[in-house]
Each structure stands twice: as C-alpha cells, then as structure tokens.
C-alpha cells in the first residue's frame, strides 16, 4: 500500500521524526503526523482526528512503551502499534510484542517500519471491519428478539380487542361525514377525513401482522360494493373535483368481505389511477359488474363469481402495464406517498379473489376484479 498515511508519533524529540518522514517519503506514502510525548497528549490526538497507526519510542523518558500502549488500548481504536527502540534488546523486543505492540522496529532500519506498516494498516482495517459486522449482526439479533417478544405480547390480544374500536372509529366517522359534512369548515372536514384514511391504513398494517401469524381478521360477513364505492368517491370527493374525474358505476353485488377495508381499497385503487392520468385530460372510470357460472373466471371450484370490469380512458405507460398484466404482483405505483396499487391485489386476494389488468381496446385500460359471492343456502328437500 502507499499514498496518505496518518501516523500518530510519541516521542521527544523533532530529530528522531525527520528521518522517520522522509523514510516514509521516499517509499511512496504521503505522511501526516502528529508528535506527542505525554499521555494526555496522545489521548488528546486520538480522540481529535483518525489514524492509521501509532509509532511509539518504548524507551521515551516519563512516558514509556508500556504507558502508551495502555492509552491506545483505552481509546478502544483498533490501530497498528509499532514500538520503536535504540538498542537491539530481544528481551525487550519480546516484552513489547507480549504487551501487544503489532512489531518491533529499531531506529537504525526503518525501512522495516515502512514493511510493518504496509503489512499492520490492513490488518487493522479488516479487524475494525469484521467488528463492525460483528456488531451489526448483533443488533439485528437483538431487533428480531424485540420483534419476537411484541408479536408474542400481540398474540395474547384478541383480533377483536384491536378491531371492534377500531371499526367504531371508521363507523363514526362515517356518520359524521354522511350527516354533517355540507356543515363542517373545510379545514374540520380535511381533518376527519384524515382520520378516517389512518384508521384504514391501519386496519391494513393489523391485517399484515396477522396474516403473518396465520391470522385472519374477522370474515363471515358481506359488503355492498355499490355502497362501498360510493363511500370512496364521497371520500375522495376533492381530489376527484380537482383532477375532473367522472366515477361511473352500474350495479355492483354483495360479496364475502368487510365494508370498510372495501372502502378503503376502492380508495387506494382511485388514487393511484389518477396519478397516472394525463395533463389537461379529464379521466373516466366506469365500474360495472356481471356474474360468472362456476367454473368459469379461471377457477377450479364451483363456486360463483362475480366479475368487476374497471375500464379508464387514460392509456398507461407501456413498461407499466408489462409490469402490470405480469404475475405474481402489480407495480408498486407510489409516486407522491401513499399506498401502493399493489396492496390493492393484495386485499382483493384475502378476499378470496383475483385482480389483473390489460389493455383496453379503446385505448386505455381494463382492470379486472374477480370476487366470490355469497354461498345460496342449499334447497331443502321434500320427503312424501
């Protein structure tokens, strides 16, 4: 190795650093020094700037070897010591390595300093590398222990523990919206609405945490697509007026599911359309549904479908719609915040359905939601 060196020097005297520097000069290195003779000095100097490595006269009068090897190992820096001595002395050669100096040079040969510290500096650099990694895989450990023991914590927390307020939440909320928003300031109304986004945004992390624990939130249930789109419409009724977008919908079916996480994915899937929307174009969404026999709509049970077609008159990019109509996810379109179009497909499938897209034929985009719909009671049968 050459070029910049930054060696810490403890020593008396500015005539046994000259030839230490031109030593290192005339080897390739680019040599930054700082001399130092008492211990707090050294403590200073390492504690003000990096180093490479320390070279230290082990016979210095008043500050000794073994003195500056003992603050070097306090500062906990992980740096090449090379101890430097006047006198051949094997024992001392012996006592210095034994006390932790990384070689032991003599001041007649400091070409063999200019080997030590080409061999030490990298040395030292991958311990101080192999620490750190050491370290943060310590701290990962410790965060997957401290994940472990809140969701252990969440599993004592019954699903309806967390939803029930929760569902009151978007409940009132929605009551507030329905009877009194041509009332309400537009600053109360931006903030109620506010509300209402972050209960559905954590309705969803909760939805997350406990699929991955094999956990289901509360099915059993149906919601009125109608009713839930229009629901997001009233919600996103500013943004809608601002972009002027027209929603247009024929009759929508009850299906399997829950109203408010409906809500919330019409609203999610209407957001991000119309970030994609065109300047100076007024977007069209039109939602209409049809009833599929079972069997068909890709399934392989018998169960009955329902098909929710989504045509928009804004055509998409076309690396998007590559990435869109390919499985086994659609892009992540979070261009100003938000959530994602993909958790859109990621709802539509805990509903027990599928969600897909392609080009429509007049120029824009088809998107395809196929949901189950309510098992009929099977017919009794008459005994004579």
């Given at each position: 190795m050459n070029g910049t060196v930054r060696v810490l020097i403890v020593g008396d005297a500015q005539d046994d650093v000259a030839p230490l520097v031109r030593m290192l000069s005339k080897n390739g290195f680019s040599p930054h020094y700082r001399l130092v003779d008492r211990g707090a000095d050294m403590a200073s100097a390492l504690s003000d700037e990096p180093w490479d490595a320390v070279v230290a006269d082990w016979h210095l009068s008043g500050f000794p070897g073994e003195k500056s090897l003992s603050v070097l190992k306090g500062s906990g820096q992980n740096l090449p010591y090379i101890a430097l001595s006047d006198l051949l002395d094997v024992e001392t050669a012996v006592e210095a390595i034994k006390s932790g100096a990384d070689d032991f040079v003599l001041k007649s040969n400091l070409l063999r300093l200019v080997s030590a510290l080409q061999r030490e500096?990298?040395?030292?650099r991958e311990r101080r590398r192999a620490k750190r990694e050491q370290e943060r895989t310590a701290r990962r450990a410790n965060d997957r222990h401290k994940s472990a023991r809140q969701l252990g914590a969440l599993e004592?927390?019954?699903?309806q523990d967390i939803l029930v307020p929760l569902r009151k939440i978007l409940t009132f909320t929605d009551r507030v919206l329905s009877l009194c928003e041509e009332h309400l300031p537009p600053q109360a109304l931006n903030y109620l609405i506010r509300v209402r986004s972050s209960a559905l945004a954590l309705r969803d992390v909760?939805?997350?945490?406990?699929?991955?624990q094999g956990r289901e939130m509360e099915h059993g249930r149906t919601v009125d697509l109608r009713r839930a789109l229009s629901e997001a419409v009233q919600g996103l009724k500013?943004?809608?007026?601002?972009?002027?977008?027209?929603?247009?919908h024929k009759s929508l079916p009850v299906v399997p599911g829950d109203h408010a996480r409906m809500v919330g994915m019409f609203q999610t899937f209407l957001e991000n359309l119309l970030k994609l929307k065109e300047a100076k174009r007024s977007p069209v969404l039109c939602f209409h549904a049809e009833v599929l026999p079972p069997g068909k709509g890709g399934k392989k049970s018998r169960e009955r479908l329902c098909r929710i077609l989504v045509e928009q008159d804004t055509p998409l990019p076309e690396d998007f719609l590559k990435q869109l109509c390919a499985p086994p996810r659609l892009p992540t379109l979070k261009q100003a915040g938000?959530?994602?179009l993909s958790a859109c497909k990621d709802l539509v499938e805990s509903h027990g359905g599928k969600m897909s897209a392609k080009p429509s034929k007049?120029?824009?985009?088809?998107?395809?939601?196929?949901?189950?719909?309510?098992?009929?009671?099977a017919a009794k049968s008459s005994r004579t």
């Open positions: 500096i990298p040395l030292a004592e927390v019954s699903t909760l939805d997350r945490i406990f699929a991955a500013e943004v809608l007026e601002e972009n002027d977008a027209t929603v247009l938000g959530t994602p007049k120029g824009g985009c088809e998107f395809t939601f196929l949901l189950p719909l309510p098992i009929k009671p």
